[in-house]
């Protein structure tokens, strides 16, 4: 069993990883906030089939990139919800 050291420091790992990746994704895509939910089902899709390729191959090391590229994907669109919802006005 893995310590909750050991465990605390991979989540934390997995975590700078992601949230390098949406720097990385900002820089190349731009605002992506007013991505309607359609269009980010697409981006992840996308992404996912990656994950599914590398993992088709045996690719671990690919595969752990495209897991943390979806994972930023995942977290982008929610941050996209969390700004939309925040344009919206009261009772829609």
Known sequence: ????????????KVLEEVLAERERQDLKWGDQTFNKDDHWTVILTEE???VAREVYEKNEEDMYSEIIQCA?????????????????????
């Open 1 to 12: 069993m893995i310590s909750s050291v050991a465990s605390e420091l991979a989540r934390a």
């Open 48 to 50: 996912l089939g990656e």
């Open 72 to 92: 930023a994907v995942c977290f982008a669109w929610a941050e996209a919800y969390n700004n939309r919802q925040k344009e919206l006005p009261r009772g829609i």
